[in-house]
C-alpha cells in the first residue's frame, strides 16, 4: 500500500515525507483496520515531521484526524487485554466473561455486538491508547496518562491507505458529516473544544482567539452558538476575513487594542511572544488557555501581567469524553467545516502551506 514514510525528521521545504510502499498491516486482538478515505493535517504532524517533537519511532507515519471504514475486525484473544487503556480484563479471566464483557462476539465473526461492522465509517483521533491503570485514568483524566500512546507518533498514523486501531478508540461520526467535512473535527474540532471547556468559557462571555487556522475556525462557532462575543487576533488578513464571515465582533493583530478585554482567551499559535499581549488582553479574574502541543520561548512576564487572579492553563491531549461531546455539539450546530484538499503525495506541499500561514480551514488529504 502507499503511505508517506517519515525516517528523518527535516524542515518541511526539504520534503522529509516519501511515499513508498509498504505492507499492508493486520488487525490484531480488539483492533480493527481502517481503509482510510482522507486524513487531516495538524500543526502537531508538522512539528512531528521538522522534528520539535521528537518520535519515540522512526521511520513513522503521520497523520492523526483518519476518516476511513472498517475493512477489517481482529481476532479476539480473551486472554489478553483489548487495549492499553480500555480497562479490559486481566489475564486468566473466563473466556466467556471476558468476551461478553467486551462486547465482542469472537474471531471470524466479522461484527461487534456494540455494532461495529465490516464497512462501518469510523473516525481515529490524536489518542491511540491509555495505559487505564495511572492515577489519571484511574480519575477519568485519560488525556494525563502516563503512558500514552498517540496516532501518528507512537504508531503509524493516517498517511496511507489502510492502518490498524484499537476499536475502543475509535470516534463515532455524525452522519450529518462527509467523510471530507469530518477529517478536521478529528483533532482540530476535538481539541478546540476541549481548549473551551478548560478555558471555562461561560454562555455570553466574551471569548479571545489568537492564530486563527484549523482549530480555532471551529472553536469561533461553538463560541457563537453560546451567544458569546468573539475577538480574533490574528496577523493574516485572509484568515481575518475568515473570522468576520463566521462571526467574530472584532479582528485585529496582537499588538492592536480590541475594543473590550476577554473573559477567555485561546492561544492556538505556537508563538511564546503572544502569551503577553493575551494576557494584556485578559480580564481580571480571565483564564488563558495554551493549545499547544510544542511552543517556542514564553518570554519573561511582569508581573502585572499576571496579577488579579488571572490563571494560565494549558491544553493536553483529548478524552474521548471530550471526542463524544463535540461530535453531537458538531452536529447539532451544525458546524461549518473549511478544507482544502490534497492528494496522499502532496502532503509536504499541504505541510508548507500549513507552516506558512496559507491554508484557509484546514489542509486534508484524500487517500
Known amino acids: 500500500m502507499k503511505a508517506m514514510v517519515l525516517r528523518e525528521p527535516a524542515p518541511v521545504e526539504t520534503e522529509p515525507l516519501v511515499l513508498e510502499d509498504i505492507p499492508v498491516p493486520e488487525a490484531g486482538p480488539g483492533e480493527v483496520r481502517i481503509k482510510v478515505r482522507y486524513c487531516g493535517v495538524c500543526r502537531t504532524d508538522l512539528h512531528i515531521v521538522e522534528g520539535e517533537l521528537v518520535c519515540p519511532r522512526l521511520p513513522i507515519v503521520p497523520g492523526h484526524q483518519v476518516v476511513g471504514v472498517v475493512d477489517s475486525i ?17 489475564l486468566g479471566a473466563d473466556p466467556g466473561e471476558v468476551l461478553a464483557e467486551e462486547g465482542l462476539k469472537g474471531p471470524g465473526s466479522g461484527q461487534k455486538s456494540d455494532g461495529l461492522s465490516l464497512g462501518d465509517r469510523v473516525g481515529m483521533a490524536w489518542l491511540y491508547g491509555t495505559c487505564g491503570e495511572c492515577e489519571h485514568c484511574a480519575s477519568g483524566n485519560e488525556n494525563l496518562c502516563d503512558h500514552p500512546r498517540f496516532t501518528g507518533f507512537s504508531v503509524n498514523g493516517g498517511y496511507e491507505e489502510y492502518m490498524v486501531a484499537p476499536a475502543s478508540f475509535l470516534v463515532k461520526i455524525p452522519d450529518s458529516f462527509a467523510d471530507l467535512e469530518a477529517a478536521p473535527l478529528l483533532c482540530a474540532g476535538i ?13 455570553g462571555e466574551t471569548l479571545g482567539l489568537f492564530g486563527f487556522g484549523a482549530s480555532a475556525h471551529l472553536a469561533i462557532q461553538v463560541a457563537r452558538h453560546w451567544g458569546c462575543q468573539v475577538l480574533v487576533f490574528t496577523r493574516s488578513k485572509e484568515h481575518q476575513k475568515h473570522a468576520l464571515e463566521l462571526g467574530a465582533s472584532w479582528v485585529g493583530t496582537a499588538g492592536d487594542v480590541p475594543p473590550d478585554s476577554c473573559h477567555r482567551i485561546i492561544t492556538f499559535a505556537p508563538a511564546g511572544y503572544l502569551i503577553p499581549y493575551a494576557l494584556k488582553a485578559l480580564k481580571k479574574g480571565g483564564t488563558l488557555a495554551i493549545n499547544a502541543v510544542h511552543m517556542d520561548k514564553i518570554p519573561e512576564l511582569d508581573y502585572g501581567l499576571v496579577y488579579w487572579e488571572k490563571k494560565i492553563v494549558t491544553v493536553a491531549n483529548a478524552t474521548r469524553r471530550d471526542a463524544d461531546e463535540f461530535m453531537r455539539l458538531a452536529a447539532e450546530i451544525p458546524l461549518k467545516v473549511s478544507t482544502e484538499v490534497f492528494s496522499l503525495e502532496k502532503a ?13 480551514g484546514e489542509a486534508v488529504l484524500k487517500i
Do not use: F, H, W
Not at 481482529?74 to 486481566?90: I, K, Q
Not at 481539541?191 to 454562555?203: D, E, F, H, T
Open 191 to 203: 481539541i478546540g473544544y476541549r481548549s473551551i471547556k478548560v478555558a471555562g468559557l461561560k454562555p
Open 348 to 360: 509536504n506541499e499541504a505541510l508548507l502551506k500549513l507552516k506558512k500561514g496559507q491554508i484557509r
Open 74 to 90: 481482529g481476532p479476539e484473544n480473551p486472554r489478553s487485554r483489548v487495549d492499553a487503556g480500555t480497562g479490559g480484563p486481566s
